[in-house]
């Protein structure tokens, strides 16, 4: 076997062993699917598109990039761990199939079509793997490198999107007339954004309206763009750069991935692909190109992924901690973080008022913000995603703790002040968002186990009467259904501090009462 | 003729319309022919690209027997019903030939049968469709042909046949599609019955009645009520019968024999399913009197779905099979209301009887 031959080489399947791609539905449109594209949105092929899909993974971290990391730990059995050095870092060996989050989240952001920013020092290979998704979407390696928008302080919006011909610029008499060449990389399904922070501000709106939006406008024409997945790089995380990015352009970044370093030990590997002049993203096997109808096939099979109503009750109780904030307001329902930040009202000058909570228990006092409701969906969205890659049809807790750390890495802030990041080993935590989210969410969960809210949620058993729906209930019923909502908030008055977990369970029974009430009122009127 | 100017053949088409001349003269003047013509640099170039760019061989002699020989009648009815539409679908027929071809499925060593069959049977039959949506048309019928052959259970050349019949009462390439769905459980397909009888119940009703007129149905209540019975009425539902009673279908088997078990599996009701378990996988089986099929699925939750059968269910088997329920060779039993499901202790198979309440 050649040199060539050996980084060409794909993983056999099956890469995952006892995961074969499963339904627990039998849609009878499944008959048409086949190696055949029928040219339908729904199209995929028989052959499983989560097994293409890691066998794209193991040949980019056997191959492509040298990232012996394996952050990303699944375990399927007590796995070992080894504690090292004076600050007790954990070592786990993974006892599944484990891995590298700087491959797998690009790979994982082109398969849902979202935007995903590469962050890390320079020569890490950002806009290396950046170029393999490129090359994966179908695209020939030219015309990726070509379309690659490189930041810089000059680039204006015509550099970014495109130019009016200058023929119709003098011969039109309306803004409509003006013919514009645009850019090709708008028409693309993979689109490189190279160090975005050196972009101009102006440049920088004209780009938010492309990512967020997905069209580009320029003299009153309008390009729309294809779904595709973005790939954006910088070298400092920070809001670094030449330019300040702005709030809305990072927030449209849906996950945040961390170029690591070079493994010193991987340095003949390095030999030998200097030595042979490989370059990897120009040997990327056919066999692992996804075709446009095979892109639109993953997305629509993530989708499909199942989340268990457990699961889901989890990212709820997780989300509800951040946005509570006691302080800000007198009336409970602006008792948030977005209301003292509405005020510019430094949330340490207010969080001076006592309150009796337990500071470092509060989960909701770590963060200067609140979850949105674009980075819930995000969130779902590259939780099934994971999911779907390991060839699972529903998305098991694991995903979830695994996947939310990328996603929140920017959409939470930390409120550095907490007396959390004091305590114990804790001040790594200001600087490792990625553990630090991650231990955010395992103690969401521990305070979930600890209320035992599986078992024991008055609001779910609220709820879940109220969606059987109002019609044919009896004035009776009602009557019980509010006794109950008032018996609740009212013990939950008498026994605990308020928390925001609590804050979404009052406010949610404060609209049920309310939706009863008002039904109450109108079968007394009816009757 | 152009090609009698033309260099000797170098490229893929050229090469097959010099094998087309030779074979007959028919064939170079046929619409086939003057298709491959007509395109003859573009068709080279979608050739050179697929096995070059994409890096699939497609071997051209190989190809060119494949367009000659399965192509041609399908290219003439389409010709015969819409000449202005030859080139497209000879466009499109060529695109999916060397996907095919490439991968497999057609070609002198393919190990298919029903893609050439397709080719050459049911898509002819199919020219008003193939006319109007040659991609989704001629994909469709060979994807179906293809996950039919890979069913054990199917009936895939029965399915071409009646499939031949449907193109003759269908209005639309949607309808004709819908009635090989309805077709492909007719003939085996049993995991697509729920979805199957829902079109059924949708489609036009003489489009309904002309494919399934083997249930003998006069309008659409008449057949929806006979194609919603799971099994035939007859011996199975005698109650008395006990020791002549066979199974209506015996499904499963070892994965060494190219089964879906590892072990001998167990059976459970799961809801409104019959369901198996190995050592490793949960299973749902589909059956009935148009065939038998299990299929993987994920895990359920933890017996979440469950039916343990009451005192008087295994009083009722038990007075029907007396062996099924604590019987030493039996390793499980479940029954649905209309199948019972009988695994044996030394067996990889499931053992399905037609079963309903009296």
């Known amino acids: 076997m050649s040199i060539l031959d050996r980084f060409r080489k794909v993983s056999e399947s099956p890469t995952k062993p006892g995961e074969t791609p499963t339904q627990n539905k039998f849609d009878v449109a499944d008959l048409y699917l086949g190696p055949v594209d029928t040219g339908q949105p729904s199209q995929a092929p028989a052959a499983g598109l989560d097994e293409k899909l890691r066998q794209a993974y193991f040949w980019i971290v056997n191959h492509g990039i040298i990232s012996p990391f394996y952050d990303i730990e699944y375990n399927d059995g007590p796995p070992q761990t080894f504690v090292f050095g004076d600050l007790k870092a954990n070592v786990t060996l993974p006892s599944d199939q484990s891995y590298s989050s700087y491959v797998?989240?690009?790979?994982?952001?082109?398969?849902?079509?979202?935007?995903?920013?590469?962050?890390?020092?320079?020569?890490?290979?950002?806009?290396?793997?950046?170029?393999?998704?490129?090359?994966?979407?179908?695209?020939?390696?030219?015309?990726?490198?070509?379309?690659?928008?490189?930041?810089?302080?000059?680039?204006?919006?015509?550099?970014?999107?495109?130019?009016?011909?200058?023929?119709?610029?003098?011969?039109?008499?309306?803004?409509?007339?003006?013919?514009?060449?645009?850019?090709?990389?708008?028409?693309m399904r993979v689109k490189i954004i190279d160090e975005y922070n050196r972009i101009p501000t102006r440049t920088q709106s004209a780009l938010l309206t492309t990512m967020g939006d997905n069209y580009a406008e320029l003299y009153d024409q309008i390009f729309e763009c294809p779904e595709a997945a973005w790939y954006l790089t910088a070298n400092d995380?920070?809001?670094?750069?030449?330019?300040?990015?702005?709030?809305?352009?990072?927030?449209?970044?849906?996950?945040?991935?961390?170029?690591?370093?070079?493994?010193?030990?991987?340095?003949?590997?390095?030999?030998?692909?200097v030595e042979e002049g490989i370059r990897p993203e120009e040997i990327v096997p056919p066999s692992i190109i996804f075709t446009d109808s095979e892109l639109d096939a993953l997305g629509s099979r993530i989708l499909q992924v199942e989340m268990a109503p457990e699961l889901i009750r989890r990212l709820e109780f997780f989300a509800s901690h951040f946005e509570f904030f006691e302080p800000a307001a007198r009336q409970i329902e602006y008792m948030t973080k977005d209301t003292a930040k509405l005020a510019s009202v430094e949330l340490a000058t207010l969080e001076a008022q006592a309150t009796g909570k337990d500071k470092v228990?509060?989960?909701?006092?770590?963060?200067?913000?609140?979850?949105?409701?674009?980075?819930?969906?995000?969130?779902?969205?590259?939780?099934?995603?994971?999911?779907?890659?390991?060839?699972?049809?529903?998305?098991?807790?694991e995903d979830a703790r695994q996947m939310i750390p990328f996603v929140l890495h920017d959409k939470l802030t930390p409120n550095l002040n907490s007396p959390y990041f004091e305590t114990g080993s804790n001040s790594a935590l200001r600087v490792d968002r990625v553990s630090w989210i991650r231990a955010l969410f395992d103690d969401s969960c521990k305070e979930y186990d600890r209320l035992d809210l599986d078992r024991d949620d008055a609001v779910a058993n609220v709820e879940s009467v109220f969606e059987k729906g109002l019609d044919g209930v009896t004035e009776k019923e009602v009557k019980a259904q509010l006794v109950q909502i008032e018996r609740t908030l009212g013990k939950w008055s008498k026994s605990r501090k308020l928390y925001g977990h609590m804050f979404d369970d009052i406010l949610k029974l404060k609209y049920l009462h309310q939706r009863y009430s008002n039904y109450l009122k109108w079968l007394q009127w009816n009757r | 003729m152009a090609q009698e100017s033309d260099p000797a053949p170098t490229t893929p088409v050229s090469e097959m319309?010099?094998?087309?001349?030779?074979?007959?003269?028919?064939?170079?003047?046929?619409?086939?022919?003057?298709?491959?013509?007509?395109?003859?640099?573009?068709?080279?170039?979608?050739?050179?690209?697929?096995?070059?760019?994409?890096?699939?061989?497609?071997?051209?002699?190989?190809?060119?027997?494949?367009?000659?020989?399965?192509?041609?009648?399908?290219?003439d009815a389409v010709a015969a019903h819409d000449p202005s539409s030859v080139n497209r679908v000879v466009e499109e027929l060529f695109e999916i030939s060397l996907e095919l071809m490439s991968a497999g499925y057609v070609g002198l060593h393919s190990r298919y049968r029903l893609p050439e069959m397709v080719f050459r049977q049911l898509l002819p039959a199919t020219a008003p469709f193939m006319a109007q949506n040659p991609r989704l048309v001629a994909g469709s019928l060979i994807n179906a042909a293809l996950a039919m052959e890979s069913e054990p259970?199917?009936?895939?050349?029965?399915?071409?046949?009646?499939?031949?019949?449907?193109?003759?009462?269908?209005?639309?390439?949607?309808?004709?599609?819908?009635?090989?769905?309805?077709?492909?459980?007719?003939?085996?397909?049993?995991?697509?019955?729920?979805?199957?009888?829902?079109?059924?119940?949708?489609?036009?009703?003489?489009?309904?009645?002309?494919?399934?007129?083997?249930?003998?149905?006069?309008?659409?209540?008449?057949?929806?009520?006979?194609?919603?019975?799971?099994?035939?009425?007859?011996?199975?539902?005698?109650?008395?019968?006990?020791?002549?009673?066979?199974?209506?279908?015996?499904?499963?088997?070892?994965?060494?024999?190219?089964?879906p078990f590892g072990a001998p599996p167990t059976v459970y009701q799961d809801q409104d399913s019959l369901a198996a378990r190995d050592d490793i996988a949960d299973f749902i089986i589909f059956a009935d009197r148009f065939g038998a099929v299990v299929k993987r699925r994920e895990p359920a939750e933890p017996q979440s779905g469950v039916v343990k059968p009451d005192k008087e269910t295994v009083r009722f088997v038990k007075s029907v099979f007396p062996n099924a329920v604590g019987g030493p060779q039996t390793k499980s039993w479940a029954w649905d209301g209309t199948t019972l499901a009988i695994t044996l202790k030394v067996s990889h198979k499931v053992f399905l009887f037609s079963l309903r309440r009296p």
């Open chain 1, 104 to 187: 797998l989240l690009p790979l994982l952001n082109l398969a849902a079509k979202r935007r995903c920013l590469l962050v890390g020092g320079p020569g890490r290979g950002k806009t290396a793997i950046a170029m393999i998704m490129g090359v994966l979407a179908g695209y020939p390696l030219k015309e990726v490198k070509r379309a690659i928008q490189h930041g810089q302080p000059q680039m204006t919006v015509t550099d970014l999107l495109g130019n009016p011909l200058p023929s119709t610029m003098v011969s039109a008499k309306s803004m409509d007339e003006v013919v514009i060449a645009w850019r090709k990389w708008l028409g």
């Open chain 1, 237 to 273: 995380d920070a809001g670094g750069g030449t330019y300040q990015v702005i709030e809305a352009l990072r927030d449209r970044i849906d996950v945040v991935v961390k170029a690591l370093h070079f493994n010193t030990r991987f340095l003949s590997e390095l030999l030998l692909r």
């Open chain 1, 361 to 397: 228990a509060d989960l909701g006092g770590q963060t200067l913000n609140g979850v949105s409701v674009r980075a819930l969906m995000t969130a779902i969205i590259f939780i099934k995603a994971m999911a779907f890659f390991r060839g699972a049809s529903r998305a098991s807790f």
């Open chain 2, 17 to 75: 319309q010099a094998s087309a001349m030779q074979a007959s003269a028919m064939q170079a003047s046929s619409p086939l022919a003057q298709a491959l013509e007509w395109g003859r640099e573009r068709f080279n170039a979608r050739y050179e690209h697929h096995t070059k760019a994409l890096r699939r061989p497609v071997d051209p002699k190989e190809f060119s027997i494949h367009l000659m020989e399965n192509m041609g009648t399908l290219v």
């Open chain 2, 153 to 259: 259970s199917a009936r895939p050349e029965e399915w071409v046949e009646r499939m031949k019949m449907a193109a003759t009462v269908a209005k639309t390439p949607k309808g004709l599609l819908d009635a090989g769905i309805a077709l492909s459980w007719h003939c085996g397909m049993a995991h697509f019955r729920s979805g199957a009888l829902e079109l059924a119940r949708t489609m036009p009703v003489d489009l309904a009645l002309h494919i399934f007129h083997r249930e003998g149905a006069a309008n659409r209540n008449e057949l929806m009520e006979r194609l919603s019975t799971k099994w035939t009425p007859g011996e199975e539902d005698d109650h008395t019968v006990k020791k002549t009673r066979k199974p209506v279908a015996v499904i499963g088997g070892f994965t060494g024999f190219g089964g």
